[in-house]
Structures are given as structure tokens and as C-alpha cells.
């Protein structure tokens, strides 16, 4: 398995990766199926030739299993923040160390960006393995947000977490 940044090329596999995603997790995520299915691929190219963010992958023989998102913060008063966002393993990959290793990638490029001080992320208070994950990687929870998004006529509760990247 090879763990890197997703790549312009990669933009097609991505889509339908992250279309499989939405299917399979609409808990996890807050767009839909429904509003990114007509996305473009161009889309996906324009994002992974920006600079403004970094969209890892893990490819087994070249196949998608596992992406995560790192969006450092822009705006003066919160660039010593970064996000991480749309993360996601296809289920044959859970259990393997997947998710692991692309979140320590993730955490290693806020690291090397010299203004980040902590990273943040949202996950589904109910989602105990991808909560278990985060801790072991030194992230603590901060907030939960009742009813933080409605699927399927469905509230989902969100739990917030913070990782600092001093201590």
C-alpha cells in the first residue's frame, strides 16, 4: 500500500470514490450523493493542482481505498489552524491500519506547515472506531453539536475534536 497526495491524474478514481462515500457513509459526510453526483471531474482537478489544500490517498496497486483532507485555515485570525476533512476508507480496508496511516500523513504535512498549531475535525458522535482512531492519534474531544446535521429525516449528533500540535 503506498500512502501520497492525490494527484491531478487521479481525479477520475477519486470522483467515483468519493461518489461510493457519500453512498456508503452519508452519516459521515455533510454533502450528499445527491449534490455532488453531477460534480465534474474538472473539479476535482482544479482542487488537487491548488495549494490550498492537500487530499491524501491510499492506493493499493493503484486503487483508491482511503482519502483524507487537510485544509489549513487562510484567514489571519485562525491560520494557526488546518481541518480535516472527507475522510474515508472503502469497508474491505477497514481494520487494516488504513485510516491510521493516512491521518498520520495528514498530521505530518500540518506539521510541516510552519503556522499550524492545531488540527480539527468533526466525527459522528456514534462513530466509536473512527472516535477510537482519533484519540490514539492524540486528538480530544472539545464539543458536541446535537442534531448537527439531518439525514434522512434523521438528526446526527457531531462530536468535535482538537489535536495540538505543540504538546
Not at 500500500?1 to 491531478?8: G, T
Not at 457519500?22 to 459521515?28: E, G, P, W
Not at 466509536?128 to 480530544?140: D, Q, T
Amino acid at each position: 500500500m503506498e500512502i501520497r497526495r492525490v494527484q491531478v491524474e487521479d481525479a477520475k478514481q477519486y470522483r467515483a470514490f468519493r461518489l461510493e462515500a457519500l453512498k456508503n457513509a452519508s452519516q459521515a459526510f455533510g454533502a450528499s450523493y445527491e449534490e455532488e453526483m453531477n460534480d465534474s471531474i474538472d473539479k476535482h482537478k482544479s482542487r488537487f493542482s491548488s495549494e490550498d489544500s492537500f487530499t491524501f490517498g491510499a492506493f493499493n496497486q493503484e486503487k483508491l481505498i482511503g482519502v483524507v483532507t487537510l485544509v489549513p485555515n487562510k484567514l489571519i485570525k485562525i491560520q494557526h489552524k488546518a481541518n480535516i476533512l472527507a475522510m474515508y476508507v472503502t469497508p474491505s480496508q477497514r481494520g487494516e491500519g488504513v485510516g491510521a496511516q493516512l491521518m498520520e500523513k495528514a498530521i505530518e504535512q500540518a506539521k510541516r506547515l510552519p503556522s499550524i498549531e492545531q488540527v480539527l475535525l468533526t466525527v459522528v458522535e456514534s462513530n466509536l472506531p473512527a472516535k477510537k482512531l482519533y484519540s490514539s492519534l492524540g486528538f480530544v474531544p472539545f464539543g458536541l453539536e446535537k442534531n448537527a446535521m439531518k439525514v434522512n429525516g434523521e438528526y446526527v449528533d457531531e462530536e468535535y475534536m482538537v489535536l495540538f500540535l505543540g504538546e
